[in-house]
Nanobody, 134 residues
Framework: EVQLQASGGGLVQAGGSLRLSCAAS????????IAWFRQAPGKEREGVSC????????YYADSVKGRFTISSDNAENTVSLQMNSLKPEDTAVYYC???????????????????????????WGQGTLVTVSS
């Protein structure tokens, strides 16, 4: 059974940092992409970053580019999201999600809306709340 467990959220002041972790079980990363989404109150869920570690490929939303870094530890089956220079608008519940996707499909769709289409991700963890105070 595929399971994802997100952790690491908390309260931080603007300009601060947090590191989120997503522990995965029931599958290996070889054929999967892992993404972080977030949902702020009253807003739609949006993609933040994703990684397909077997391709050494990462992707970021423009709003977090240069501030967030996604990485994977295949031995531990975890994906982390290092969030620096946090802003109040980063406040949201953050979710990790997994999609089984081949390398060819991943590459064909690089940079497109496919990467952050929630319907492409069949497995979701529970959210972890990030609150950034001004």
């Amino acid at each position: 059974e595929v399971q994802l467990q997100a952790s690491g959220g908390g309260l931080v002041q603007a300009g601060g940092s947090l590191r989120l972790s997503c522990a995965a079980s029931g599958f290996t990363f070889d054929d999967y992409a892992i993404a972080w989404f977030r949902q702020a109150p009253g807003k739609e869920r949006e993609g933040v970053s994703c990684i397909r570690s077997s391709d050494a490929s990462t992707y970021y939303a423009d709003s977090v580019k240069g501030r967030f870094t996604i990485s994977s530890d295949n031995a531990e089956n975890t994906v982390s999201l290092q969030m620096n220079s946090l802003k109040p608008e980063d406040t949201a519940v953050y979710y990790c999600a997994a999609a089984e996707v081949s390398s060819s499909v991943w590459k064909e769709n690089y940079g497109g809306s496919y990467y952050f289409a929630p319907e492409e991700y069949g497995h979701w963890g529970q959210g972890t709340l990030v609150t950034v105070s001004s």
